[in-house]
């Protein structure tokens, strides 16, 4: 079975912080994705990859860098945290863009 | 911006009854899918439909994909309390780029 692994299930950062969400996807899939979900917006890309080292902007990027130095695994970045920033993540990977495969999500707050 | 629009928002049926839900695109599309999401988990896929086929079945699941209307809908059949989830639709081509991009769901809930 294709494993997408969150470092975290729940995290409480304050507020300038630089916090690292972390991702591990166990099936060699080039792309990999990072969402932010809310109540009433659905998933907001914010940013994906498609190689090491190669990324993309999603739709909502602003405050947020990721790295991808190595194929299995994904970092998201919160460059300084801000109670805006409080949200559920999640992560995914996919072979092309095909079946997307999700991790169970990390549920961030900022205080 | 969001490329999917899952229609409604939310949904509530008795058990055993038919679920429908839609979800309308803006540009063109490879593929379009469909996932399950349970309260506070990741997301589940269920089905995958190509730009170039019109239904697909997948147990009590059935997708239909109108690209000349870019709409699609996701009908549960024989409801049952375990399908209350949210469903979303995600589509695979904005603009050129290819990203995957969900839209706001549909709250379906199921009442025994």
């Known amino acids: 079975d294709v494993k997408v692994t969150q470092s975290s299930r729940y995290l409480v950062k304050r507020t300038g912080e630089k916090v690292f969400l972390e991702c591990v996807q166990d099936?060699?899939?080039?792309?990999m994705f990072w969402y932010r979900q809310d109540p009433g917006l659905g998933l907001r890309l914010i940013y994906f990859?498609?190689?090491?080292?190669?990324?993309e902007k999603g739709d909502i990027p602003e405050g947020y860098s990721v790295s991808r130095e190595k194929k299995e695994r994904f970092s998201l970045i919160l460059e300084s945290a801000s109670t805006n920033q409080t949200s559920m993540y999640l992560c995914?990977?996919?072979?092309?863009?095909?079946?997307?495969?999700f991790g169970q999500g990390t549920r961030l707050t900022v205080v | 911006s969001q490329q999917g629009e899952e229609d409604p928002q939310a949904l509530s049926i008795q058990e055993g009854e038919n679920a429908t839900m839609n979800c309308s695109y803006k540009t063109s599309i490879n593929n379009l899918q469909w996932y399950r999401q349970n309260s506070g988990r990741g997301l589940v896929h269920l089905i995958l439909i190509r730009s170039n086929e019109r239904e697909k079945h997948s147990g009590r699941l059935r997708v239909t994909l109108d690209t000349s209307k870019k709409s699609s809908s996701l009908l549960i059949t024989a409801s049952r309390a375990a399908d209350t989830a949210s469903y979303f639709c995600?589509?695979?081509?904005?603009?050129?780029?290819?990203?995957?991009?969900f839209g706001q769901g549909t709250r379906l809930t199921i009442n025994p």
């Open positions: 995600a589509t695979d081509k904005i603009q050129g780029a290819q990203k995957l991009v």
């Open positions: 995914a990977s996919s072979l092309g863009l095909g079946e997307a495969f």
């Open positions: 990859s498609y190689d090491v080292k190669m990324k």
């Open positions: 099936m060699d899939h080039e792309n």
